[in-house]
């Protein structure tokens, strides 16, 4: 495997998710043209803070139809926190700001119901759905969320993995080749780093 693309649209922990795949040894480079999108063997689409910021800045770069098109070319292709997020229809922190539409459903707010601090920030626990090839191995392993809001997807089948804070919400999803994590495997120690090699398996 010659290298993973990570795609860099100004927002997003990039170094850390980079020195990820470097301690697996692969070269992670920054990727910031549809060009190099489309080029890509294996895409990372990281992303921290707002959903309507992220889908902003990759519009403004014209990377949205390239993502899409990578998606749709079934290749290996992982959204992290925000950048799983962004992956969907719509986001109710946003609602007039369309996503990518990889993957359908819509990213919705913590309940205020349970008295759970929000952000939720921290460790949680994994529930693995069998049969995910990205979070094979990983079922009730703790990994490292930073987040309000969480995708909904439409299908039931999209759901990897979920996690309780309240309620279960979706912690990670898979369709194909698709992929996401609503935590950071980047920041999740030796769960983090085993899912940095089952993405690099798929």
Same mark, same amino acid.
């Not at 795609?7 to 040894?25: C, K, M, P, T, W």
């Given at each position: 495997m010659s290298s993973v693309k990570i *795609? +860099?649209?100004? @927002?997003?922990? &990039?170094?850390?998710?980079?020195?990820? #795949? %470097?301690?697996?040894?692969i070269n992670a480079v920054f990727v910031h043209t549809p060009e190099e999108i489309l080029a890509a063997e294996r895409l990372v689409l990281p992303g921290v803070g707002?959903?309507?910021?992220?889908?902003?800045?990759?519009?403004?770069?014209?990377?949205? +139809?390239? %993502?899409?098109?990578?998606?749709?070319?079934?290749? !290996? &292709?992982?959204? @992290?926190? &925000?950048?799983?997020?962004?992956? #969907?229809?719509?986001? +109710?922190?946003?609602p007039d700001i369309p996503g990518l539409g990889v &993957?359908?459903?819509? *990213?919705?707010?913590?309940?205020?119901?349970?008295?759970?601090? %929000? !952000?939720? %920030?921290?460790?949680?626990?994994?529930? *693995?759905?069998?049969?995910?090839r990205l979070l094979d191995g990983c079922d009730r392993s703790f990994v490292y969320f930073v987040h309000s809001y969480y995708a909904k997807p439409a299908m039931q089948s999209d759901i990897a993995a979920t996690a309780d804070y309240g309620d279960l919400f979706t912690a990670a999803v898979e369709r194909g080749r698709v992929g996401g994590c609503q935590f950071h495997p980047e920041k999740s120690q030796d769960a983090g780093l085993h899912i940095v090699r089952n993405f690099l398996k798929i």
């Open positions: *795609v +860099d649209y100004g @927002i997003g922990n &990039l170094r850390s998710v980079e020195q990820a #795949f %470097i301690h697996e040894g707002a959903f309507g910021d992220g889908m902003t800045e990759l519009n403004k770069h014209g990377l949205t +139809d390239a %993502i899409r098109q990578y998606a749709a070319s079934d290749r !290996p &292709l992982l959204g @992290i926190c &925000l950048g799983m997020q962004l992956l #969907f229809d719509s986001s +109710d922190e946003t &993957l359908p459903g819509r *990213v919705v707010r913590f309940s205020n119901d349970h008295g759970l601090k %929000i !952000p939720q %920030i921290g460790w949680n626990q994994l529930s *693995v759905t069998p049969g995910s």
